[in-house]
């Protein structure tokens, strides 16, 4: 019998004058961006920490500490390609990832179908596996006062048949 995994991930920054912000690999064009150790792309830390725990395999920070120099300023899609090769060698593919954005700034919706491609791309899948929206918090709490960025993932991992 196929088995199936499911996991969540969540992430969130804090906005910050002079840093970028990227969300889905996609540099968006803002006035503050997203502070953190790595490039703090909040859509990819969701997704990779989604994939880890559907595999039961931790968290981002487990294997990708921020003690660790080498993950300084590093561009997110290595730690979602890190997760996915994982899924391969544990004998299962990803069938679909549900991405929600969460917080009042940006506006996603100009963006959605982009970052929608730039994710699938990333995570080597077909654009209808993947979900991106958002959601507002309709102005509640640090992610209303617009002081940082949040993400929730879902995904789903398929058992690979490997017997053809």
Excluded: Y
């Excluded at 660790?68 to 390609?81: E, H, L």
């Excluded at 004998?91 to 179908?113: K, Q």
């Excluded at 991106?132 to 509640?140: I, N, P, R, S």
């Amino acid at each position: 019998m196929k088995s199936f995994r499911i996991g969540q991930g969540f992430d969130v920054h804090r906005f910050a004058d002079g840093c970028p912000l990227k969300i889905c690999g996609v540099t968006l064009s803002a006035d503050s961006g997203l502070e953190g150790h790595s490039d703090a792309d909040v859509g990819l830390h969701a997704v990779a920490d989604a994939i880890f725990g559907a595999l039961a395999r931790g968290d981002l920070g487990e294997h990708f500490p921020e003690s660790d120099p080498r993950w300084r300023d590093a561009d997110s899609s290595v730690f979602v390609a890190r997760a996915v090769a994982l899924a391969v060698s544990e004998g299962f593919a990803l069938a679909n990832c549900d991405l929600t954005i969460v917080g009042d700034r940006p506006r996603i919706a100009p963006h959605r179908d982009h970052l929608r491609e730039s994710l699938a791309r990333i995570l080597g899948v077909s654009a209808r596996a993947v979900s991106v929206k958002a959601t507002t918090t309709e102005g509640l709490g640090f992610l209303g006062r617009e002081e940082g960025l949040g993400a929730i993932a879902i995904v789903l991992l398929s058992e690979v048949d490997r017997n053809g």
